[in-house]
């Protein structure tokens, strides 16, 4: 089974030639994504292997299935960036990795909270500076404070436990209530209630048509004044011009960050020499109240080792022709 994985990092490559010892799978590393302009690369591949910037649109699909390709392995949970309907046409398999690691997303949740409100990434810098002033260093108290999740799936689940850990209070928005998160202090909400009482807003959604910019002007404008707003599930759920706007009228009072719109362009890749053409980043990152990071809340060890084990396993249930619960395709998920 010949494999091309595209989006290869050097950590990529560490994890795979550790858990791929017997070399039972043949894997090419490609450093550049899968799109369009790449997808002949996939020649004499019998299967590939991409991340969440990869755009597997129509005419990317139509090039690799013509080129022999017949799975598709996405070693991550998110599937938006693929033509669900259009893969299933061409009879291509595709996998997933549903869970790596909850807790990873969900504790990098909490650290965007924790240095936006405790200001710690300032304080380090200042100090190294022999800058010991507590000026514009004031944050707030957690405890008691009221904070809204919207999707409670596994790692919107995860992160009210670690809020209420904190001893917040958690109001949570999402069409499947979850009974032990209930019974444990969690009070599901409508989406508005959520919008309008919570001081933190965190967004543990999937990026599909109906939450394609969930936070827009409209319900931007219900939230409480100075709240803050995390992102660590996709871009797309916050049109960014939007919450510009509310950054700079002081409605959005903190913005954490871990996934942005517009980020194929940019995240994952060591721009430091470049010119940015993006002013849409650089105008948020300009603001002191901002904080960005590059998609890195999957990133730590216990998630890559799943990750990596996982799409191995995917690759030997495509070989044996069982089923998995890994499968995605349009009919599974627009089944009734
Ligand atoms: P999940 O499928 O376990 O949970 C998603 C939850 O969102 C479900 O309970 C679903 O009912 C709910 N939901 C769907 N539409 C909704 C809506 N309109 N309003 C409220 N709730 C809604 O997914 P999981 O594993 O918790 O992941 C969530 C998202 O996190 C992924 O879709 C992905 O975009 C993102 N993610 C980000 C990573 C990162 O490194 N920053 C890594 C892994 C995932």
């Given at each position: 089974m010949k494999i091309a994985v595209f989006s290869t990092k050097k950590y990529d490559k560490e994890f795979f030639e550790n858990y791929n010892k017997d070399g039972n799978v043949n894997l090419t590393y490609f450093e550049v994504a899968l799109k369009e302009q790449t997808a002949?690369?996939?020649?004499?591949?019998d299967g590939i292997c991409t991340f969440v910037n990869d755009k597997l649109d129509k005419k990317t699909l139509e090039t690799i299935h013509s080129n022999g390709i017949k799975l598709i392995l996405l070693?991550?949970?998110?599937?938006?960036?693929?033509d669900l309907k259009v893969a299933e046409d061409l009879g291509l398999k595709i996998y997933r990795v549903p869970a790596y690691s909850p807790h990873a997303v969900a504790e990098h949740a909490l650290a965007l909270i924790l240095t936006l409100n405790r200001k710690t990434h300032k304080a380090y810098n200042r100090v190294r500076e022999g800058n010991f002033s507590l000026e514009r260093l004031r944050g707030f108290d957690l405890y008691k404070k009221t904070v809204g999740v919207i999707g409670t799936g596994k790692i919107g689940s995860a992160f009210c436990s670690i809020m209420l850990g904190m001893g917040c209070k958690i109001l949570a928005h999402d069409a499947y209530e979850n009974e032990d998160l209930k019974e444990k202090g969690v009070v599901y909400v409508s989406k508005n209630e959520l919008l309008e009482q919570s001081d933190i807003v965190s967004l543990h959604c999937p990026l599909t048509d109906d939450t394609f910019h969930l936070m827009n002007e409209e319900s931007i404008q219900?939230?409480?004044?100075g709240a803050m707003v995390i992102n660590?599930?996709?871009?797309?759920?916050?049109n960014t011009l939007d919450i510009l706007e509310a950054l700079k009228d002081g409605r959005v009072g903190y913005l954490g960050i871990d996934?942005?719109?517009?980020?194929?362009?940019?995240?994952?890749?060591?721009?430091?020499e470049s010119i940015i053409k993006d002013d849409t980043i650089m105008r948020l990152i300009s603001f002191p109240n901002v904080l960005i990071t590059?998609?890195?809340?999957?990133?730590?060890n216990e998630a890559l080792k799943q990750i990596t084990n996982v799409t191995l396993s995917n690759i030997q249930t495509y070989l044996n022709g069982t089923s998995t619960e890994n499968e995605v395709s349009y009919s599974l998920m627009h089944k009734a």
């Open positions: 002949n690369l996939t020649q004499g591949f070693r991550c949970a998110g599937f938006n960036n693929v219900k939230l409480k004044k660590t599930s996709r871009g797309a759920l916050i996934v942005y719109e517009q980020e194929e362009k940019l995240f994952f890749n060591d721009l430091s590059s998609h890195q809340g999957f990133f730590t």
